[in-house]
Protein backbone atom coordinates (compact mmCIF):
# COMPACT_ATOMS: atom_id res chain seq x y z
CA UNK A 1 0.00 0.00 0.00
CA UNK A 2 1.15 3.43 -0.81
CA UNK A 3 2.40 5.59 2.19
CA UNK A 4 3.16 9.07 2.47
CA UNK A 5 4.78 11.13 4.96
CA UNK A 6 2.62 14.14 6.23
CA UNK A 7 3.51 16.77 8.21
CA UNK A 8 2.53 16.40 12.11
CA UNK A 9 -0.07 19.47 11.93
CA UNK A 10 -1.47 18.26 8.53
CA UNK A 11 -2.27 14.79 10.32
CA UNK A 12 -3.45 16.42 13.01
CA UNK A 13 -6.31 18.57 10.86
CA UNK A 14 -7.10 15.25 9.57
CA UNK A 15 -7.29 13.58 12.37
CA UNK A 16 -9.56 16.32 14.17
CA UNK A 17 -11.88 16.16 11.49
CA UNK A 18 -12.05 12.62 11.67
CA UNK A 19 -12.84 12.34 15.22
CA UNK A 20 -15.49 14.85 14.48
CA UNK A 21 -16.82 12.32 12.00
CA UNK A 22 -15.62 13.99 8.86
CA UNK A 23 -13.93 12.58 6.21
CA UNK A 24 -10.33 14.47 5.55
CA UNK A 25 -7.50 13.61 2.78
CA UNK A 26 -4.67 15.58 1.84
CA UNK A 27 -5.49 16.07 -2.45
CA UNK A 28 -3.76 17.12 -5.54
CA UNK A 29 -0.21 18.93 -5.98
CA UNK A 30 1.02 17.60 -2.45
CA UNK A 31 -0.11 14.20 -3.51
CA UNK A 32 1.42 13.94 -6.74
CA UNK A 33 4.32 15.46 -5.47
CA UNK A 34 5.11 13.29 -2.68
CA UNK A 35 4.49 10.18 -4.52
CA UNK A 36 7.03 11.86 -6.67
CA UNK A 37 9.70 12.08 -4.23
CA UNK A 38 9.12 16.13 -4.40
CA UNK A 39 8.46 18.55 -1.59
CA UNK A 40 5.35 19.65 -1.60
CA UNK A 41 4.94 23.16 -1.99
CA UNK A 42 1.95 23.51 0.20
CA UNK A 43 -0.31 20.97 1.56
CA UNK A 44 -4.33 21.31 0.49
CA UNK A 45 -6.77 19.24 2.35
CA UNK A 46 -10.18 17.89 1.15
CA UNK A 47 -12.75 17.68 3.49
CA UNK A 48 -16.32 16.22 3.53
CA UNK A 49 -17.26 19.03 6.42
CA UNK A 50 -18.97 21.89 5.16
CA UNK A 51 -16.77 25.21 5.95
CA UNK A 52 -19.03 25.92 8.75
CA UNK A 53 -18.72 22.95 10.12
CA UNK A 54 -14.94 23.12 9.54
CA UNK A 55 -14.27 26.17 11.37
CA UNK A 56 -16.53 24.47 14.22
CA UNK A 57 -13.58 22.12 14.85
CA UNK A 58 -10.80 24.10 15.03
CA UNK A 59 -9.86 26.77 17.22
CA UNK A 60 -8.30 29.69 14.91
CA UNK A 61 -9.22 29.68 11.18
CA UNK A 62 -9.58 32.36 8.50
CA UNK A 63 -12.56 32.77 5.93
CA UNK A 64 -10.22 32.63 3.04
CA UNK A 65 -12.66 31.57 0.41
CA UNK A 66 -15.59 30.56 1.73
CA UNK A 67 -17.81 30.76 -1.22
CA UNK A 68 -15.61 28.16 -2.64
CA UNK A 69 -15.66 25.91 0.40
CA UNK A 70 -11.89 26.95 1.55
CA UNK A 71 -11.06 27.95 5.34
CA UNK A 72 -7.57 27.98 6.60
CA UNK A 73 -6.74 26.66 9.67
CA UNK A 74 -3.81 28.06 11.61
CA UNK A 75 -1.85 25.33 13.38
CA UNK A 76 0.91 27.87 15.00
CA UNK A 77 2.24 30.40 12.69
CA UNK A 78 1.50 28.06 9.92
CA UNK A 79 -2.34 28.34 8.02
CA UNK A 80 -3.63 24.94 5.36
CA UNK A 81 -6.29 25.19 3.58
CA UNK A 82 -9.27 23.26 4.28
CA UNK A 83 -11.47 22.54 1.37
CA UNK A 84 -15.06 21.29 1.51
CA UNK A 85 -15.71 18.53 -1.27
CA UNK A 86 -17.31 20.30 -4.15
CA UNK A 87 -18.61 19.99 -7.66
CA UNK A 88 -18.46 22.63 -10.22
CA UNK A 89 -21.62 23.62 -11.94
CA UNK A 90 -21.68 24.08 -15.66
CA UNK A 91 -19.43 26.21 -17.04
CA UNK A 92 -21.15 28.37 -19.64
CA UNK A 93 -17.86 30.73 -20.37
CA UNK A 94 -15.06 28.49 -20.37
CA UNK A 95 -13.75 29.99 -17.42
CA UNK A 96 -16.14 30.28 -14.57
CA UNK A 97 -18.30 27.61 -13.27
CA UNK A 98 -21.61 29.38 -12.74
CA UNK A 99 -22.05 28.23 -9.39
CA UNK A 100 -20.35 25.45 -6.79
CA UNK A 101 -21.97 23.17 -4.96
CA UNK A 102 -20.98 20.99 -1.92
CA UNK A 103 -20.58 17.73 -1.75
CA UNK A 104 -20.48 14.37 1.01
CA UNK A 105 -18.60 12.16 -2.14
CA UNK A 106 -15.04 12.71 -2.62
CA UNK A 107 -15.36 10.92 -5.91
CA UNK A 108 -17.43 14.02 -6.93
CA UNK A 109 -14.39 16.30 -5.64
CA UNK A 110 -11.57 14.21 -7.70
CA UNK A 111 -13.61 14.38 -10.98
CA UNK A 112 -13.95 18.09 -11.18
CA UNK A 113 -9.87 18.39 -11.18
CA UNK A 114 -7.75 18.83 -14.23
CA UNK A 115 -5.85 16.02 -14.43
CA UNK A 116 -5.57 12.40 -13.20
CA UNK A 117 -2.16 12.76 -11.62
CA UNK A 118 -4.09 15.71 -10.04
CA UNK A 119 -6.78 14.17 -8.71
CA UNK A 120 -5.53 11.62 -5.75
CA UNK A 121 -5.98 11.85 -2.86
CA UNK A 122 -4.85 10.31 0.16
CA UNK A 123 -5.12 9.55 4.00
CA UNK A 124 -3.27 7.26 6.41
CA UNK A 125 -6.21 4.97 7.10
CA UNK A 126 -7.74 5.19 3.49
CA UNK A 127 -4.79 5.03 1.93
CA UNK A 128 -4.52 6.06 -1.97
CA UNK A 129 -7.94 7.44 -3.53
CA UNK A 130 -7.12 6.99 -7.42
CA UNK A 131 -10.13 7.05 -9.16
CA UNK A 132 -8.65 8.40 -12.94
CA UNK A 133 -5.60 5.85 -13.08
CA UNK A 134 -3.26 8.57 -11.66
CA UNK A 135 -0.42 6.83 -10.63
CA UNK A 136 -0.09 4.59 -13.09
CA UNK A 137 0.09 8.28 -15.36
CA UNK A 138 2.77 9.19 -13.08
CA UNK A 139 4.67 6.32 -13.54
CA UNK A 140 4.50 6.49 -17.41
CA UNK A 141 4.84 10.78 -17.06
CA UNK A 142 1.85 11.37 -18.43
CA UNK A 143 -0.47 14.46 -18.67
CA UNK A 144 -4.28 12.89 -19.10
CA UNK A 145 -7.39 14.93 -18.47
CA UNK A 146 -9.87 13.25 -16.23
CA UNK A 147 -12.68 12.14 -18.31
CA UNK A 148 -13.48 13.86 -21.74
CA UNK A 149 -10.19 15.71 -22.60
CA UNK A 150 -12.28 18.42 -24.61
CA UNK A 151 -15.33 18.55 -22.52
CA UNK A 152 -12.74 19.40 -19.26
CA UNK A 153 -10.74 22.30 -21.74
CA UNK A 154 -14.31 23.20 -23.05
CA UNK A 155 -15.08 24.19 -19.04
CA UNK A 156 -11.93 26.14 -18.78
CA UNK A 157 -9.40 26.69 -21.66
CA UNK A 158 -7.00 27.71 -18.37
CA UNK A 159 -6.45 24.10 -18.07
CA UNK A 160 -5.04 23.88 -21.58
CA UNK A 161 -2.02 26.41 -20.52
CA UNK A 162 -2.06 24.23 -17.18
CA UNK A 163 -1.01 20.88 -19.22
CA UNK A 164 2.03 22.36 -20.65
CA UNK A 165 2.69 24.21 -17.58
CA UNK A 166 2.83 20.47 -15.99
CA UNK A 167 4.82 19.33 -18.43
CA UNK A 168 7.69 21.47 -18.55
CA UNK A 169 7.78 21.24 -14.62
CA UNK A 170 7.39 17.30 -14.52
CA UNK A 171 9.12 16.53 -17.46
CA UNK A 172 5.58 14.99 -18.55
CA UNK A 173 3.93 14.18 -22.15
CA UNK A 174 0.60 15.24 -22.79
CA UNK A 175 -1.34 11.84 -23.85
CA UNK A 176 -2.09 12.11 -26.97
CA UNK A 177 -5.96 12.68 -26.68
CA UNK A 178 -5.74 15.39 -24.20
CA UNK A 179 -3.04 17.33 -26.44
CA UNK A 180 -5.25 16.69 -29.40
CA UNK A 181 -8.12 18.57 -27.52
CA UNK A 182 -5.94 20.92 -26.29
CA UNK A 183 -5.08 21.64 -30.08
CA UNK A 184 -8.81 21.82 -31.13
CA UNK A 185 -9.86 24.23 -28.25
CA UNK A 186 -6.80 26.42 -27.80
CA UNK A 187 -8.50 29.32 -29.32
CA UNK A 188 -11.15 29.32 -26.37
CA UNK A 189 -7.98 31.12 -24.75
CA UNK A 190 -9.24 33.97 -25.92
CA UNK A 191 -11.49 33.77 -22.88
CA UNK A 192 -9.30 33.24 -20.10
CA UNK A 193 -7.27 36.67 -18.23
CA UNK A 194 -4.07 37.58 -19.28
CA UNK A 195 -3.00 37.74 -15.70
CA UNK A 196 -3.82 33.94 -15.74
CA UNK A 197 -2.17 33.19 -18.70
CA UNK A 198 0.75 34.89 -17.65
CA UNK A 199 1.11 33.07 -14.36
CA UNK A 200 1.32 29.79 -16.44
CA UNK A 201 3.28 31.11 -19.04
CA UNK A 202 6.04 32.07 -16.27
CA UNK A 203 5.99 28.86 -14.64
CA UNK A 204 6.59 26.93 -17.49
CA UNK A 205 9.46 29.49 -18.23
CA UNK A 206 10.57 28.74 -14.88
CA UNK A 207 10.11 24.92 -15.15
CA UNK A 208 13.27 22.79 -15.44
CA UNK A 209 12.05 22.37 -19.55
CA UNK A 210 11.28 26.18 -20.45
CA UNK A 211 11.69 24.46 -23.95
CA UNK A 212 8.38 22.94 -23.93
CA UNK A 213 6.77 26.54 -24.55
CA UNK A 214 7.09 25.10 -27.68
CA UNK A 215 3.68 23.31 -27.32
CA UNK A 216 1.92 26.58 -26.99
CA UNK A 217 2.85 26.93 -30.72
CA UNK A 218 2.19 23.86 -31.05
CA UNK A 219 -1.71 23.96 -29.88
CA UNK A 220 -2.25 27.03 -31.77
CA UNK A 221 -1.98 29.09 -28.43
CA UNK A 222 0.94 31.50 -29.28
CA UNK A 223 -2.02 34.32 -30.58
CA UNK A 224 -2.85 34.54 -26.89
CA UNK A 225 0.48 34.71 -25.45
CA UNK A 226 3.02 35.71 -27.85
CA UNK A 227 2.11 35.93 -31.39
CA UNK A 228 5.34 36.33 -33.14
CA UNK A 229 6.68 33.15 -31.22
CA UNK A 230 7.24 31.46 -34.30
CA UNK A 231 9.30 33.85 -36.23
CA UNK A 232 12.62 32.87 -34.23
CA UNK A 233 11.42 29.77 -32.44
CA UNK A 234 14.73 27.51 -32.76
CA UNK A 235 16.70 30.98 -31.57
CA UNK A 236 14.23 31.40 -28.52
CA UNK A 237 14.19 27.51 -27.79
CA UNK A 238 17.82 27.48 -27.97
CA UNK A 239 18.41 30.58 -25.72
CA UNK A 240 16.15 29.55 -23.06
CA UNK A 241 17.93 25.97 -22.47
CA UNK A 242 20.69 28.02 -21.93
CA UNK A 243 19.70 30.15 -18.95
CA UNK A 244 19.62 29.38 -16.01
CA UNK A 245 15.14 29.23 -14.39
CA UNK A 246 15.52 33.02 -13.81
CA UNK A 247 12.40 34.98 -14.23
CA UNK A 248 13.96 37.55 -16.28
CA UNK A 249 16.37 35.59 -17.92
CA UNK A 250 14.00 33.28 -19.19
CA UNK A 251 11.34 35.94 -20.34
CA UNK A 252 14.30 37.56 -22.17
CA UNK A 253 14.97 34.32 -23.94
CA UNK A 254 11.62 33.89 -24.85
CA UNK A 255 11.21 37.30 -26.48
CA UNK A 256 15.20 37.09 -28.02
CA UNK A 257 14.95 38.63 -30.66
CA UNK A 258 12.53 41.10 -30.38
CA UNK A 259 13.19 44.69 -30.45
CA UNK A 260 12.84 46.67 -27.36
CA UNK A 261 9.32 48.15 -28.14
CA UNK A 262 8.10 45.05 -29.64
CA UNK A 263 9.16 42.97 -26.16
CA UNK A 264 6.81 46.11 -24.48
CA UNK A 265 4.22 44.99 -26.14
CA UNK A 266 4.33 41.72 -25.20
CA UNK A 267 4.32 42.19 -21.78
CA UNK A 268 2.41 44.84 -21.09
CA UNK A 269 -0.55 42.58 -23.22
CA UNK A 270 0.27 40.02 -20.69
CA UNK A 271 -0.20 42.62 -18.02
CA UNK A 272 3.15 42.21 -16.77
CA UNK A 273 4.33 44.55 -13.95
CA UNK A 274 6.24 48.09 -14.84
CA UNK A 275 9.38 46.49 -13.16
CA UNK A 276 9.49 42.86 -15.05
CA UNK A 277 8.81 45.24 -18.06
CA UNK A 278 11.66 47.89 -17.88
CA UNK A 279 13.88 44.78 -16.88
CA UNK A 280 12.94 42.59 -19.36
CA UNK A 281 12.97 45.30 -21.98
CA UNK A 282 16.63 46.50 -20.96
CA UNK A 283 18.10 42.58 -20.94
CA UNK A 284 16.28 42.66 -24.36
CA UNK A 285 17.59 45.97 -25.83
CA UNK A 286 21.48 45.58 -24.13
CA UNK A 287 21.85 42.02 -25.34
CA UNK A 288 21.81 42.80 -28.92
CA UNK A 289 24.60 45.04 -28.40
CA UNK A 290 27.99 44.90 -28.97
CA UNK A 291 29.83 44.96 -25.75
CA UNK A 292 33.75 45.77 -26.45
CA UNK A 293 35.92 44.02 -23.54
CA UNK A 294 38.14 47.27 -22.70
CA UNK A 295 37.18 48.79 -18.98
CA UNK A 296 35.80 51.84 -20.70
CA UNK A 297 33.61 50.43 -22.74
CA UNK A 298 32.18 47.84 -19.51
CA UNK A 299 31.76 51.56 -17.49
CA UNK A 300 30.08 53.16 -20.04
CA UNK A 301 27.40 50.09 -20.27
CA UNK A 302 27.60 49.86 -16.39
CA UNK A 303 26.34 53.51 -16.87
CA UNK A 304 23.72 53.89 -19.10
CA UNK A 305 22.48 49.47 -18.19
CA UNK A 306 22.73 50.34 -14.40
CA UNK A 307 24.31 47.21 -11.76
CA UNK A 308 20.57 45.69 -10.78
CA UNK A 309 20.78 43.40 -13.70
CA UNK A 310 24.09 43.60 -14.85
CA UNK A 311 24.97 39.89 -13.98
CA UNK A 312 21.95 38.98 -16.41
CA UNK A 313 23.13 40.65 -18.50
CA UNK A 314 26.24 39.09 -18.82
CA UNK A 315 24.41 35.63 -19.06
CA UNK A 316 21.82 36.72 -21.25
CA UNK A 317 24.34 38.07 -24.22
CA UNK A 318 26.91 35.33 -23.75
CA UNK A 319 29.70 37.81 -22.64
CA UNK A 320 30.49 35.82 -18.85
CA UNK A 321 34.27 36.80 -19.63
CA UNK A 322 33.36 39.90 -19.16
CA UNK A 323 32.25 39.47 -15.05
CA UNK A 324 35.60 39.96 -13.24
CA UNK A 325 36.25 43.33 -15.40
CA UNK A 326 32.74 44.81 -14.14
CA UNK A 327 33.48 43.09 -10.83
CA UNK A 328 36.69 45.40 -10.86
CA UNK A 329 35.36 48.25 -11.58
CA UNK A 330 32.83 48.25 -9.03
CA UNK A 331 35.06 47.06 -6.35
CA UNK A 332 37.59 49.89 -6.83
CA UNK A 333 34.37 52.02 -7.41
CA UNK A 334 34.94 54.25 -10.23
CA UNK A 335 32.60 56.70 -10.70
CA UNK A 336 29.33 55.40 -13.33
CA UNK A 337 26.79 58.29 -12.53
CA UNK A 338 26.04 61.48 -11.16
CA UNK A 339 25.37 60.29 -7.84
CA UNK A 340 29.21 59.66 -6.92
CA UNK A 341 30.61 62.38 -9.78
CA UNK A 342 33.29 65.13 -7.82
CA UNK A 343 30.81 67.98 -9.38
CA UNK A 344 27.27 68.58 -9.11
CA UNK A 345 25.23 71.12 -9.59
CA UNK A 346 25.93 73.65 -6.53
CA UNK A 347 29.63 73.25 -7.95
CA UNK A 348 28.62 74.32 -11.17
CA UNK A 349 26.25 76.67 -9.94
CA UNK A 350 29.43 78.44 -8.24
CA UNK A 351 30.86 78.69 -11.60
CA UNK A 352 28.00 80.98 -12.36
CA UNK A 353 25.82 78.13 -14.35
CA UNK A 354 22.12 77.80 -13.68
CA UNK A 355 19.93 74.59 -13.27
CA UNK A 356 18.47 73.59 -16.37
CA UNK A 357 18.87 72.28 -19.84
CA UNK A 358 22.45 73.47 -19.78
CA UNK A 359 23.57 72.46 -16.58
CA UNK A 360 22.52 69.01 -16.99
CA UNK A 361 23.76 68.54 -20.21
CA UNK A 362 27.22 69.87 -18.98
CA UNK A 363 27.01 67.35 -16.13
CA UNK A 364 26.58 64.30 -18.52
CA UNK A 365 29.23 65.67 -20.52
CA UNK A 366 31.60 65.41 -17.35
CA UNK A 367 30.12 62.17 -16.65
CA UNK A 368 31.52 60.77 -19.92
CA UNK A 369 34.79 62.27 -19.69
CA UNK A 370 34.82 60.54 -16.06
CA UNK A 371 34.14 57.56 -17.20
CA UNK A 372 36.55 57.50 -20.10
CA UNK A 373 39.38 58.31 -17.40
CA UNK A 374 38.11 57.48 -13.53
CA UNK A 375 41.37 59.10 -12.69
CA UNK A 376 39.29 62.93 -13.73
CA UNK A 377 36.64 62.63 -11.06
CA UNK A 378 37.93 65.21 -8.57
CA UNK A 379 36.69 68.70 -8.28
CA UNK A 380 40.19 70.09 -8.82
CA UNK A 381 40.15 68.36 -12.52
CA UNK A 382 36.53 68.98 -13.26
CA UNK A 383 36.07 72.68 -12.77
CA UNK A 384 38.54 73.39 -15.65
CA UNK A 385 36.92 70.87 -17.51
CA UNK A 386 33.62 72.45 -16.45
CA UNK A 387 34.82 76.00 -17.25
CA UNK A 388 35.93 75.26 -21.01
CA UNK A 389 32.62 73.63 -21.16
CA UNK A 390 30.88 76.28 -20.33
CA UNK A 391 32.90 79.15 -22.48
CA UNK A 392 32.30 76.33 -25.55
CA UNK A 393 28.33 76.48 -25.14
CA UNK A 394 28.42 80.58 -24.73
CA UNK A 395 30.26 80.76 -27.69
CA UNK A 396 27.60 78.48 -29.53
CA UNK A 397 24.88 80.98 -28.41
P1 LIG B 1 1.44 23.63 -7.78
O1 LIG B 1 2.49 22.74 -7.23
O2 LIG B 1 1.92 24.43 -8.92
O3 LIG B 1 0.70 24.45 -6.76
P2 LIG B 1 -0.99 22.18 -7.90
O4 LIG B 1 -1.35 20.86 -8.51
O5 LIG B 1 -1.07 22.28 -6.42
O6 LIG B 1 0.41 22.59 -8.44
P3 LIG B 1 -2.85 24.35 -7.95
O7 LIG B 1 -3.06 25.36 -9.01
O8 LIG B 1 -2.31 24.79 -6.65
O9 LIG B 1 -1.93 23.23 -8.59
O10 LIG B 1 -4.23 23.61 -7.75
C1 LIG B 1 -4.45 22.64 -6.74
C2 LIG B 1 -5.31 21.51 -7.29
O11 LIG B 1 -6.59 22.01 -7.68
C3 LIG B 1 -4.75 20.84 -8.54
O12 LIG B 1 -3.85 19.80 -8.21
C4 LIG B 1 -6.01 20.32 -9.20
O13 LIG B 1 -6.44 19.14 -8.61
C5 LIG B 1 -7.02 21.41 -8.88
N1 LIG B 1 -7.12 22.45 -9.91
C6 LIG B 1 -6.46 23.63 -9.93
N2 LIG B 1 -6.80 24.37 -10.99
C7 LIG B 1 -7.70 23.65 -11.67
C8 LIG B 1 -8.46 23.88 -12.86
N3 LIG B 1 -8.31 24.99 -13.57
N4 LIG B 1 -9.33 22.92 -13.24
C9 LIG B 1 -9.48 21.78 -12.52
N5 LIG B 1 -8.80 21.51 -11.42
C10 LIG B 1 -7.92 22.43 -10.97
MG1 LIG C 1 -0.76 24.09 -5.24
Redesign the pocket.
Known amino acids: MVKISVPDDVEKIIEILEQNGFEAYIV??CV??SLMGRLP?DW?ITTSASPQEVKQCFRRTIDTGIAHGTVTVMMGQTGYEVTTYRLDGEYTDSRHPSSVTFTRALSEDLK???FTI??MAYNEAAGLADLFGGMEDLENGLIRAVGDPAERFSE?A??IM?AVRFSAQLDFTIEENTLEAAATLSSNLEKISKERIREELV?TLESAHPERTVLFEDIGAMPWIFPAFGRRRQERLKKLSEMPPDRLLRLAAFLEGCTKEEAEVVLRELKFDNDTLKRTAALIEYGAKEISPDETAVRKLLSSFGTEDIERLLLFSGHEELEPVVKRILKRGDCISLKTLALGGRELGELGLKPGKIMGEILKALLERVLEDPGLNSEEKLIPIARELIKKTEERK
Do not use: C
Open positions: GGRDKDRRDNADLRRK
